[in-house]
């Protein structure tokens, strides 16, 4: 009798450590079920930037939890017309066109919002001899026109093009801005992210490549003259002072007013704690 009593006593305790188990389980899945999910989808050039917001806002904001993914800025800006992200990060402004889908599916135009600021780089090997190249000069390189580096000053070697693909917000901003809208030369070889773009021109002495200022690490970044004819280094005071030719705003877009948890995360990321992200990532606050 006191085997069977002391067996039943056992069996009923691992029971009701189960139940207890299964409702924590319960409890901790309903916590989870809870939690405000926030997408945000686009720029390459912003990745580790949305990744690192992300992270430090989840922990501040343990009820919020926010998604981010590449893709580039147009396949951003899609996802936010179709209505299937929250948030787009986009290292361009957003076209007409696009502005007049988001107004026509949501009614209101978009939601721009500028987050930080760039430096779009010039990255040479480090081997190269180039210290300088103005617009005229990127512009002839990656059309084509200027093939030999001993055009631009170089040693006699035969220029290597690396760029980002069409959908990067990067790719379009520098063909508005350097390309005059023309083609880029079909010899460029097109990668999916800045990091795959500095990691070639990294092993080839004879690379030349575009990207953020972020990614900048293991190559060098040449001096770019504008109009006036002056070439300066792409670095934070450039920037602010406007003489850098390439310096660019980054954003995210919206198709409405934010509100709630997402306005709570666009106004994080604008205080000092999102802004110190900006800087610590590589690039520059939105305001100096």
């Not at 361009?92 to 135009?109: S, V």
């Not at 690379?207 to 300066?232: H, L, Q």
Request: glycine share 12%; charged share 20%.
């Amino acid at each position: 009798m006191t085997s069977l009593l002391s067996k039943g006593i056992i069996l009923s305790t691992v029971a009701l450590i189960a139940v207890g188990c299964g409702g924590a389980e319960r409890k901790e899945k309903k916590q989870e079920s809870k939690k405000q999910v926030i997408t945000q989808k686009g720029s390459d050039t912003m990745i580790l930037l949305g990744q690192q917001w992300a992270e430090k806002f989840g922990a501040a904001n343990p009820d919020i939890q926010v998604q981010v993914t590449g893709g580039g800025s147009g396949t951003g800006i899609s996802s936010l017309i179709n209505g299937t992200t929250d948030l787009c990060n986009s290292s361009r402004p957003m076209k007409a066109q696009e502005k007049e889908q988001i107004k026509q599916k949501f009614g209101a135009d978009p939601v721009e919002i500028p987050v930080a600021k760039d430096a779009l780089s010039i990255y040479v090997n480090d081997a190269s001899k180039i210290e300088s190249l103005t617009l005229e000069q990127l512009y002839g390189i990656y059309t084509g026109k200027i093939a030999n580096w001993n055009q631009v000053g170089g040693g006699d070697a035969k220029i290597i093009l690396y760029g980002r693909e069409n959908s990067s917000g990067t790719y379009e901003y520098f063909k508005d801005h350097v390309l005059k809208k023309e083609d880029f030369a079909p010899e460029t070889q097109t990668l999916s992210g800045t990091a795959a773009v500095v990691n070639a021109v990294s092993k080839d002495p004879n690379g030349i490549g575009y990207g953020g200022a972020a990614f900048s690490k293991g190559i060098r970044e040449v001096k770019v003259a504008g109009p006036d004819g002056n070439p300066v280094p792409p670095t934070k005071e450039n920037v602010y002072a406007g003489t850098y030719p390439l310096a660019r705003d980054l954003y995210i877009y919206l198709h409405e007013q934010p509100t709630g948890g997402i306005k709570q995360y666009i106004d994080w990321i604008l205080g000092p704690e999102g802004q110190a992200v900006v800087t610590n990532v590589g690039y520059y606050p939105i305001k100096q």
